[in-house]
């Protein structure tokens, strides 16, 4: 299991094993920022590794331990 499972799986909202853009919209409503739904689909085909548009387990971890 991944070190980031943890994050991942409160990210990951309906349990589908991806972050989709609308998840990443509440993650930053919760923390107090705005996004878009297009400013999250931007930021999801940086980190989309397979250009399904979705953020799995294995490309959340690449993009973590980038930072």
Do not use: C, H, P
Request: charged share 30%; net charge negative.
């Amino acid at each position: 299991m991944s070190e980031y499972a943890v994050t991942f799986n409160l990210i990951d909202a309906d349990k589908d094993g991806r972050i989709s853009a609308e998840e990443l919209v509440r993650l930053m409503e919760v923390l107090g920022e705005t996004i878009s739904v297009d400013g999250a689909q931007g930021a999801i085909a940086k980190v989309d590794g397979d250009g399904d548009g979705l953020i799995d387990i294995d490309e959340f971890g690449v993009w973590l331990s980038r930072r």
